[in-house]
């Protein structure tokens, strides 16, 4: 202290953080200007009944030129609301190029599940989307991906497997493994009945007990997946579920030979801004609402494990 | 930027100058806690306790702050519309809120200014990130006249963090008490323009900067510093500074954060904690806030409120699954999100030395000791055991 309180006692720090931030000093100014907290206003216009516990919600921005401008990429996540109970995190679950409407599929599991699944056509909701990061499926044209979800992890998945098809051409395979508890809980039936029909997808359904008159596959994802013993040569492999099965499902794409940067996933956790301020949603320095929710394994093997 | 000297009768008439044009904060004394509360004429200042119970971020960024209102309403149908439309339909009206009155917070400690200057950082978008407007309308209407700590406490780690007692960052103007009075040191444009209308004597003013019209307001007379006067303040910067032995190093402690992430010795730290928040309420850093809605019949708003990131629910799922169920993952996530993960994201620690959480820990968990231990490599440790 001697030496240094002769010096700058002015009080310019004396330490300096460029051992602790080696570009410290340098302003970056934010990229989004206006309110990030003000939802959008939109109106439910379509409900479908998925499985017993999950809809999925087709809503359209009060504001024509806001659904005209809408866009996001796939794997990207939006914040949905009922004014009055709150806010929680969806994935965005509609195609990509979709202009009419954006959609959102949820499980009723607590408050703002409970009040959203309460709505009707025609009630209003906020939607403040898109947020976070999505699939970087541009680097991915050229290779086989390889889709491994259950339950309602489909819904995060669900509009990558639709800008893949879209475009189809641009990729070298689409194989996608679905798992269910039982029949009855499969999401998008009406689209998985239309992608069993087309020969340019390897799909594959496997439920966790037999079941009279089921004819697919029998077993946990994660089981199913090292008998389907996928290569891994050219493939991206995208695993989103329960945690339970997603843990399992990444020690079967290792066992298969799947390296790190091949393997993606997307995370959830509490949330609540959205917009990287609030706290809660960090695994380490990284926040779930902006950088991910999607993460490439070997980015999460960066990260503190603390999922 | 001007140098000036206010006789200490003169404050008084100071702060009621500055509170012609804004509203005035200061530390008042009320049953023996010292808190920033709103100044009016007649109110005694307190600068002889050293902090408040709380840094003033509440003036900043309030401990509830509703920042949108909504209106459930039914809408006629459209002229002329048939079938389903021309039944009335619900409509929701949005009204957003944001209150950002002009302030001078006078009498806050350096440490607690640069608690600002650090919350800037995540507000502020730096680093590409979003940019918060509730924030920000009311840091920018905010000018903080700061008070050199002439006596640290044996709390107090400002230097250890890279500040010091007579600090100046986020610091318009600094006053420095001196014989007769204070040293006023004006720093930033904004504390020109809010002494723009204070009156002066025995020199020339202090400019406004172009475009602020000063009002025509009299008292809190500043004069010329004479330069004994300043010498002598520079004395007692110097004298301050000299008290604050630095309790630990900062060389190192993210890398070592990092690497003892799976320590035991984590437990052993938590082992007291109670979790119930209070270094994060008293500290001038902590910013983590919760959202929630309230509806009373068709009108409604949604809030936000400081959080707790000690509470369990702060993190838990509505599946049940919680990423830091354990007391130990909290305590260690509010320490290395301070040393760690927001250096990472940011140009800033979270961390400005005010020692406030270890003057009100109920069970005196102590900062500099976390660090301390947190903040060694493993082996060093293992082998200063051995020692």
Redesign the interface.
């Known amino acids: 202290?001697?030496e240094?309180?002769?010096g700058d006692?002015?009080?310019?720090?004396?330490?300096?953080?460029a051992?602790?931030?080696p570009?410290?000093?340098?302003?970056?100014?934010?990229?989004?200007?206006?309110?990030?907290?003000?939802?959008e206003?939109a109106t439910v216009v379509q409900i479908i009944q998925e499985t017993p516990a999950i809809k999925t919600f087709r809503v359209r921005f009060d504001d024509p030129e806001v659904q005209r401008n809408f866009s996001f990429r796939p794997g990207q996540v939006g914040q949905l609301?009922v004014?009055?109970?709150?806010?929680a995190t969806f994935a965005i679950t509609s195609r990509p190029s979709e202009k009419e409407f954006i959609q959102f599929s949820v499980m009723r599991?607590?408050e703002v599940?409970k009040a959203i699944h309460n709505l009707s056509e025609?009630?209003?909701v906020?939607v403040r989307a898109p947020m976070g990061r999505g699939f970087p499926v541009e680097e991915w044209k050229g290779k086989k991906i390889l889709y491994v979800m259950g339950g309602i992890g489909s819904a995060a998945l669900k509009a990558t497997i639709e800008y893949t098809l879209e475009h189809r051409a641009d990729y070298a395979g689409i194989s996608i493994l679905y798992g269910a508890t039982a029949p009855q809980n499969f999401t998008y039936q009406y689209d998985i009945v239309e992608w069993q029909k087309r020969d340019d997808i390897d799909l594959r359904l496997t439920i966790d007990r037999e079941c009279d008159g089921w004819q697919c596959d029998v077993g946990l994802v994660p089981a199913v997946l090292e008998r389907m013993a996928p290569s891994p040569e050219n493939t991206i492999a995208i695993t989103c579920g329960?945690?339970i099965m997603i843990k399992f499902a990444l020690l079967s794409f290792k066992k298969l030979g799947f390296t790190p940067e091949q393997t993606y996933t997307t995370l959830?956790?509490?949330m609540?801004?959205g917009?990287?301020?609030?706290?809660?949603?960090?695994?380490?320095?990284k926040y779930v609402c902006?950088d991910g929710p999607v993460f490439s394994l070997a980015e999460l093997n960066e990260l503190?494990?603390?999922? | 930027m001007a140098t000036k000297f206010l006789a200490q009768e003169q404050l008084p008439a100071l702060l009621e100058a500055l509170a012609q044009g804004a509203r005035v904060v200061t530390p008042v004394k009320s049953d023996g806690v010292v808190q920033f509360e709103l100044w009016s004429p007649g109110t005694e200042v307190e600068l002889d306790v050293l902090l408040a119970k709380q840094s003033p971020k509440e003036w900043v960024f309030p401990q509830c702050e509703t920042y949108l209102r909504f209106d459930y309403t039914m809408a006629p149908p459209a002229e002329g519309a048939e079938g389903e439309a021309a039944l009335p339909h619900e409509t929701v009206h949005l009204r957003t809120t944001n209150e950002a009155p002009r302030q001078v917070i006078f009498g806050l400690r350096p440490c607690d200014a640069r608690g600002f200057v650090q919350m800037d950082q995540v507000f502020g978008g730096y680093g590409g990130f979003y940019f918060d407007p509730l924030y920000n309308a009311r840091r920018e209407a905010t000018t903080l006249f700061a008070v050199t700590c002439r006596e640290p406490r044996s709390t107090c780690f400002c230097t250890a963090v890279g500040g010091c007692p007579a600090g100046q960052e986020g610091v318009d103007a600094l006053f420095t008490e001196i014989d007769g009075g204070f040293l006023v040191e004006v720093l930033t444009a904004k504390g020109e323009a809010a002494l723009a209308g204070v009156a002066t004597a025995g020199g020339a003013g202090i400019a406004a900067p172009t475009g602020v019209t000063a009002g025509a307001v009299t008292g809190g007379a500043l004069l010329d510093a004479t330069e004994a006067q300043v010498a002598q303040a520079a004395e007692v910067k110097m004298a301050a500074s000299a008290k604050v032995e630095p309790p630990f190093t900062l060389e190192g402690i993210r890398d070592n954060l990092h690497d003892n992430f799976a320590d035991s010795r984590w437990h052993d730290l938590c082992m007291r904690c109670i979790s119930c928040g209070t270094c994060t309420y008293v500290c001038p850093n902590c910013y983590c806030f919760n959202i929630n809605d309230a509806l009373v019949e068709t009108k409604g708003e949604r809030y936000r409120t400081w959080d707790n990131c000690f509470n369990p629910q702060y993190t838990e799922e509505t599946s049940g699954h919680n990423p830091r169920a354990h007391k130990a993952n909290r305590f260690r996530n509010r320490f290395s999100h301070k040393f760690w993960y927001y250096p990472d994201k940011y140009d800033s620690l979270l961390c400005s030395g005010c020692g406030r959480c270890i003057m009100h820990c109920p069970t005196r968990i102590d900062i500099r000791e976390v660090l301390r231990v947190m903040g060694t490599p493993v082996a060093a440790t293992a082998e200063g055991k051995e020692a």
């Open positions: 202290m001697t240094t309180a002769s006692v002015q009080g310019k720090s004396r330490l300096t953080f051992d602790v931030v570009d410290a000093g340098i302003p970056r100014a934010g990229k989004l200007s206006g309110n990030p907290y003000l939802p206003v609301g004014f009055g109970v709150g806010e599991a607590g599940t025609g009630d209003k906020g329960p945690p959830e956790k509490r609540k801004c917009i990287g301020i609030c706290g809660r949603c960090n695994v380490g320095p902006v503190p494990d603390e999922l």
